[in-house]
């Protein structure tokens, strides 16, 4: 067994093996349609150009949309090798989607344990090669399914995104309290859409109002990662397949991205310098 392996299987007992992965780094939040999928892409490849090797899981599997994101073509399957599969490459990026595996019409059948089965097979089945981070990219909401996920892959922290309006916050403070739960350190709350830039003339409002990550933060004692804005550079960028920090890597937005992948990259060094892994270096 690898010593990354060695890691993650001791982080936490009766915990999904992960070999060639040493950490997993789950992006969520109670609401659907707040960023999770473009912010897992952006920190995923901001991640990479820190320097790390990195994964991203699609776990919607309802939803799937890194596929799109990350301009992976329609109906690319994984190759299958010694009856594991090969992540998808994009960007440089290890990539696995259910979307990969299955049809169209299957994943909307799937009840919750059976969802969470399919999934865990997914992580399990595939052949991850020696991935510093795997980014997590959660199906919205804090039911079953993110709660199991939470519960049996070892993450090593999590990253709640939300918008600033209040009913966002709201689901915003239930994926902190369900990765609490299960101890799973919650690195901090990215708030996306913060603020409108005018692509007309660069004018930036907080159209959704100011302060609501703050104030979240300050309630359960963690803190705002990242502020990003409402831009159309940043749909546009992901439909084209084409996230902004490899389309615009020098832009403002990018550097946001890569300061939150720091931000990412200490928490989870520190953790293995400061936790029980430690311990467990091959001789
Ligand atoms: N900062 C932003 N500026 C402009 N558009 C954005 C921004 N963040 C996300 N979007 C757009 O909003 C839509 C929803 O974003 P995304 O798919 O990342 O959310 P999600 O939380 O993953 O949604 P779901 O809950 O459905 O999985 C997408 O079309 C995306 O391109
Ligand atoms: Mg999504």
């Not at 019409?105 to 991935?131: E, F, I, N, Y």
């Not at 070892?154 to 609490?180: C, H, N, W, Y």
Request: some cysteine; proline content about 6%.
């Amino acid at each position: 067994m690898t010593l990354r392996s060695r890691t993650i299987a001791a982080a936490g007992m009766n915990k999904l093996e992960l070999p060639g992965v040493a950490h997993v780094v789950a992006v969520a939040s109670g609401k659907g349609g707040v960023g999770k999928s473009t912010v897992s892409a952006n920190l995923a490849l901001a991640l990479a150009a820190e320097g790390q090797s990195v994964a991203l899981l699609d776990a919607d599997i309802y939803g799937p949309s890194q596929a799109l994101m990350l301009g992976v073509p329609e109906g690319t399957r994984p190759d299958v090798v010694d009856d594991k599969m090969v992540p998808i490459s994009a960007h440089g990026l290890q990539v696995m989607s259910m979307g990969f595996v299955t049809s169209a019409k299957t994943p909307a059948v799937w009840r919750g344990p059976m969802a969470s089965g399919a999934l865990q097979q997914l992580l399990a089945q595939t052949r991850w090669q020696d991935v510093d981070v795997m980014i997590v990219d959660y199906p919205p909401g804090t039911g079953d399914i993110q709660l199991t996920l939470a519960q049996q892959v070892p993450m090593s922290g999590a990253v709640v995104v939300t918008t600033p309006q209040d009913i966002a916050l709201l689901d915003a403070r239930k994926a902190i309290e369900m990765f609490r739960k299960v101890d799973v350190p919650v690195i901090g709350i990215v708030e996306n859409m913060s603020t409108h830039v005018c692509t007309e003339c660069g004018h930036e409002e907080s159209i959704f109002g100011a302060g609501g990550g703050d104030s979240v933060a300050a309630e359960y004692d963690t803190r705002v990662l990242a502020r990003l804005p409402l831009a159309l550079t940043v749909r546009e960028a992901s439909d084209r397949g084409q996230p902004l920090v490899v389309s615009d890597p020098g832009g403002t937005t990018s550097e946001t991205f890569r300061q939150l992948a720091q931000q990412v990259i200490a928490s989870y060094i520190y953790q293995s310098r400061a936790g029980p892994e430690i311990s467990i270096v091959d001789d």
